[in-house]
């Protein structure tokens, strides 16, 4: 039980695995294997995993593993899916205010920490271009008084919302876990042309935090999902969800009080967010659950839920719907290890529901070239991009009937 719930930790949410960003957006090189970087020393807890181990455990399982797929380097499109490659582990999306590009967050070695970045997806090119960051805090006015300028070299994002303040000015936040657990706030505006990223604060959640997902709200507060205690021994955390232990919640950030653990959100590894958009209703993909569950705001109250396996990250689109990535591997013995270029071909849905009914539909259900794993399935008009959290590529495919 506990090499299987190893496993399990090891590549839950944003996968155990990582790989370096290609240098170009189609590159054609020879796999090579992956040297992790060591766990940062104060990091004593439950984030001090391993690859070898994980791969340990999958061998173990006798289940058939992903591996580099070196036919698929080159980056072409197949099965009706276009791949925009020459990112790190694009984990999370989210649209610019035009319609243009898609901001990813590419992410470092998750439970490591290792360094990532913010990008750029250019949907008329195609292609992968970089966001500059003003990184001055000349206005640090929209975190919290008290939070300082985290370390850039260390800069590693997760989740990432983009939303509209009610002055107008657009906000990104972002999910940072360089040498602290924290949210980051952007300004997204542009110059000469061009999207750019001033930050304008952070906020740092009180005890021994490990969060996955954000989600703002429109009274400049925002909601971030919290997995486990960071420093907790492994030992000890595989013991708590052999047990079933609901110790992961969701807080509530507010700039005047700070942080509020939202009342009914105690739950197994909660890991995707998103809230409706009069900001009443919120919905958390609890990971380790394989549900979807749907809180009221004010009272704590869970509305509903529906069953879906291991969502992972939850998008709205223009007309409300939420979309869902769904893992559809065997989380306890099939692992990205081996996969050191090019996609991690682990099969994957993308439902589309209703947040009235909570009825899900199955959009995208893909177990084949040239995309797997994915961790985001994001709306953009006709057309669904998905991002994985172990792999060098964005994916996009047309969706019959977006609206309906």
């Not at 876990?177 to 952007?186: A, D, M």
């Not at 849905?349 to 040239?370: C, F, M, Q, W």
Request: net charge negative; hydrophobic share 35%.
């Amino acid at each position: 039980m506990f090499r299987s719930l190893f496993m399990l930790l090891a590549i839950v949410l944003s996968s155990g695995c990582t790989q370096e960003a290609a240098e170009s957006p189609n590159p054609a090189r020879e796999a090579e294997p992956v040297t992790l970087e060591s766990p940062d020393p104060e990091h004593t807890g439950s984030s001090g995993i391993i690859s070898a181990e994980r791969e340990a455990v999958a061998t173990d399982s006798g289940l058939p593993q992903p591996k580099t797929e070196m036919g698929l380097l080159d980056c072409q499109p197949m099965n009706d899916t276009s791949v925009y490659c020459g990112y790190q582990n694009p984990e999370d999306l989210v649209v610019v205010p035009d319609g243009s590009a898609l901001v990813v967050s590419e992410m470092g070695e998750f439970m490591l920490d290792t360094p990532g970045g913010l990008s750029m997806l250019d949907l008329t090119a195609g292609e992968r271009g970089e966001i500059a960051i003003d990184w001055s805090g000349a206005d640090t006015s929209w975190g919290a008084e008290d939070c300082s300028t985290p370390d850039v070299a260390a800069f590693s994002p997760h989740g990432i919302d983009l939303m509209t303040r009610p002055d107008g000015l657009h906000q990104l936040l972002v999910v940072n876990h360089g040498k602290r657990e924290s949210v980051e706030f952007f300004e997204l505006l542009q110059e000469e042309g061009n999207w750019v990223l001033a930050w304008r604060g952070c906020a740092v959640p009180p005890g021994d935090p490990f969060i996955n997902d954000v989600a703002g709200l429109a009274d400049g507060g925002f909601f971030v999902t919290h997995m486990w205690n960071k420093s907790t021994p492994f030992e000890k955390v595989v013991e708590q969800f052999t047990n079933g232990e609901n110790i992961g919640w969701v807080w509530e950030w507010q700039p005047e009080s700070g942080f509020t653990k939202l009342l009914g959100s105690d739950e197994l590894m909660p890991n995707g967010i998103a809230v409706s958009p009069d900001n009443s209703k919120i919905f958390v993909n609890i990971y380790l659950g394989n549900k979807t569950i749907r809180l009221d705001r004010e009272s704590g109250e869970v509305e509903g839920s529906f069953e879906v396996q291991q969502p992972d990250n939850i998008t709205v689109d223009e007309e409300g719907s939420l979309w869902i990535a769904s893992h559809k591997h065997d989380p306890l013995g099939q692992t990205c290890a081996a996969v050191t270029e090019g996609p991690c071909l682990l099969p994957y849905e993308v439902l589309k529901v209703d947040p009235g009914t909570l009825d899900a539909v199955v959009v995208i259900a893909e177990n084949r070239p040239p995309m797997g794993y994915a961790t985001v399935a994001l709306r953009v008009g006709g057309r669904l991009y998905m991002g994985s959290a172990h792999g060098d590529r964005v994916a996009g495919r047309a969706i019959a009937n977006p609206t309906n």
